[in-house]
């Protein structure tokens, strides 16, 4: 059980990899805009389907939420928009390496404060370093 959760990340990670090309390829031909909209269009209705069929949890407890936690679904879309913009530019690789760059800086900025109800995770020399270098991967990936 303990590798089927990072095996499952990593199947989550080929799959942006997928996403973020095939995106692109769409913002290409129909506008940034329209290929966020369209993504984001399939994937609502194959989300509809699986709550349909395997949902177990409360649409209603939407009310009771704080009102952040319902930022997700526009962070989202600024992610795809963002994703969708850049590739054809910068291409699949530097863009996930920016990506997870910034996923990692404001991550363990997270951890470290324990901000939104998470566990406090304090910043080490040894993440400041892994940091740096994955920076430092996005600069030589980039550089020519």
Known sequence: MKLLFPLLAMLGGAAVAFQVQINGSLGKRTGVLEASFISFGIGTLALFFIVLFFGKGNFMAVSTVPKWQLLGGLL??????????????????????????????????????????????????KKCAAIILLFFSLYLFNHK
């Open 76 to 125: 989202g879309a600024f992610y795809v928009i963002v994703t969708i913009l850049i590739v054809p530019k910068l291409g699949v690789a530097p863009t996930l390496i920016a990506v997870i760059a910034g996923q990692i800086l404001l991550g363990a900025i997270i951890d470290h404060f324990g901000l939104f109800g998470g566990e406090v995770k304090p910043i080490d020399l």
